[in-house]
């Protein structure tokens, strides 16, 4: 089958430095990710998208899967900082909000990477690695700041915070049933904050 | 091919009716998912282990993920039934430590199957319909007996309650970091029935 060389996204081509062949790479995976889904993502029409070899793309990533991956956790990271303006509440809120509406926008490309993960090791090890883990460990940290500033008391199991705020939330994606929305992660804060008992019953 | 008839798991082949085939074939289905994981269940084989006709596993399933799943859901509802003894607190820890054994034991079945649901749209309906909402109503349904009595406060939103519980087992199912034990389930209720917040800082 012939095929006709598609345009290339960056000039210099056949010179570029890794690093600038890795971006256009990730930001062509990030193009088809985001307007086809991942199955669109093979390294056969990555590479021609980023005017990369295909031997590269093999080099440098296990899976289609793990290039996905990779892709998608570049397009969002920024949108995933975690904010310190001293008021644990008002981050927590301000990180919730952008984490719902990044799941609103692109809530079936998380799902499906997610998804494919529970059925390719190589993929559910980069997620682990590269995303998971960095991410929880953000959250502690921020946590962790909130704790020594007499915010969240002794005692209280961080990373289990992490699992009832940004865990709820994967929950409802993936298990979908109840609208996943800006009020949802209020009330999930809200919860932790307030506790839902009535404050009688709050006996240790 | 010549295939060679299996020997038939129970008595009165081709008499028998069909609830008796349909309980048969999940038990079957059963079977193959606990020993063997989610590919290993195709209408084929599981069709040769319950002495059933795979035409008629055609007609009663859209897929053999749908069939895997409802052999699932079969073989634990009872583990999974909501107690009430009047104390919600005690409830809730006995639920949640009977499902976290229960992941522990079948977790990478459950999360094969949850995970073939972001891509299978047919698994996903009766995943959602058959799981996931008849399982929320229950947990709801104890939840908001114990808001009559007085044990939850008014104004918490009980679907939010079940993804911080159910729905953070979940998370550390899918996105493994942290171990899913007993001590976990302890601490999500803990959180969510003391606050994490120090007394002090509890304002609504």
Redesign the interface.
């Known amino acids: 089958m012939t095929r006709q060389t598609p345009p290339r996204l960056t000039p210099g081509r056949g010179r570029r430095p890794a690093p600038e062949v890795r971006r256009a790479t990730l930001a062509a995976a990030a193009d088809l990710l985001f307007s086809q889904g991942i199955?669109s993502v093979t390294f056969e029409k990555v590479a021609a998208r980023a005017g990369a070899s295909k031997v590269t793309l093999y080099k440098w990533w296990p899976s289609p899967g793990a290039l996905a991956f990779e892709a998608y956790f570049e397009a969002v990271q920024d949108t995933l900082a975690f904010p310190d303006t001293g008021d644990i509440r008002r981050d927590l809120t301000t990180q919730l909000h952008a984490f719902v509406d990044l799941l609103h926008r692109n809530g079936s490309v998380v799902?499906?990477i997610?998804?494919?993960?529970?059925?390719d090791p190589g993929l559910a090890t980069a997620?682990?690695e590269q995303?998971?883990?960095p991410r929880?460990d953000l959250a502690v940290e921020r946590l962790t700041r909130a704790r020594e500033a007499?915010?969240?008391?002794e005692g209280?199991?961080l990373?289990?915070?992490v699992?009832?705020l940004?865990?709820?939330?994967?929950?409802?994606l993936?298990?979908?049933?109840?609208p996943l929305t800006t009020d949802?992660a209020d009330?999930?804060i809200a919860?932790?904050?307030?506790?839902?008992?009535?404050t009688t019953?709050?006996a240790?």
């Open positions: 199955r799902a499906e997610i998804g494919a993960a529970q059925s997620l682990s995303y998971t883990r929880r007499g915010q969240i008391r209280v199991h990373e289990v915070v699992d009832q940004w865990g709820a939330c994967y929950h409802r993936l298990l979908p049933a109840e949802f009330a999930l919860n932790l904050f307030l506790a839902i008992t009535p019953h709050r240790r």
